[in-house]
């Protein structure tokens, strides 16, 4: 459990930093973002599916 944990954490911090930066702009400019900002925190492999569907309500403004 701590590795999934620990990737949990990055996948957060990777989120939050797009929604702070990003909410309400167009879904192709967050998907974008959004990818690169779990890069960088190296929350890999990500789900393509997962990804399409953060990015659609970081776009949309939506929490959840």
Known sequence: MPTV???????ERGID???ATHAG???A??????V????EEGARPMVPQVVDELARQ??????H
Do not use: H
């Not at 944990?5 to 996948?11: E, N, T």
């Not at 400019?29 to 959004?34: D, E, F, G, H, P």
């Open 5 to 11: 944990s620990a990737f949990l954490k990055k996948m």
């Open 17 to 19: 930093r797009t929604r």
């Open 25 to 27: 702009q167009p879904y």
């Open 29 to 34: 400019t967050v998907r974008q973002s959004l």
């Open 36 to 39: 690169l900002a779990l890069e």
């Open 58 to 63: 970081i776009s949309e403004g939506s929490d």
